[in-house]
Nanobody, 116 residues
Framework: QVQVVESGGGLVQPGGSLRLSCTAS??????????VAWHRQAPGKQREAVAI???????FYEDSVKGRFTISRDNVKKTVYLQMDNLKPEDTAVYYC????????WGQGTQVTVSS
């Protein structure tokens, strides 16, 4: 069973930035050959994918975060990052990492609250 641990959430003012991290207990070759993703779930809403980083390097971003969020990975550290800039109140949610993408491996989530 792969363990996934997210960190980096917190309270930030609108326009601020946060960087989320997600570390998976996988061996490096397996981690590096899989797609990875960040999802979020706001209160009363369904969980949605906000950023995907495909094995080949292509990315997907949900429309509302394009130009503000950047997903990246460090295969040696087996860590996925989500750089979030120009945060808005509507970005408030619990953020989850899914590694490999489409698997049942989820972390406990990290709370991001954007409020003045």
């Amino acid at each position: 069973q792969v363990q996934v641990v997210e960190s980096g959430g917190g309270l930030v003012q609108p326009g601020g930035s946060l960087r989320l991290s997600c570390t998976a207990s996988m061996i490096h070759p397996i981690f590096s050959r899989n797609d990875v993703a960040w999802h979020r779930q706001a209160p009363g809403k369904q969980r949605e994918a906000v950023a995907i980083l495909y094995y080949g390097g292509a990315t997907f971003y949900e429309d509302s975060v394009k130009g503000r969020f950047t997903i990246s990975r460090d295969n040696v550290k087996k860590t996925v990052y989500l750089q979030m800039d120009n945060l808005k109140p509507e970005d408030t949610a619990v953020y989850y990492c899914n590694v490999p993408r489409g698997s049942g491996n989820w972390g406990q989530g990290t709370q991001v609250t954007v409020s003045s």
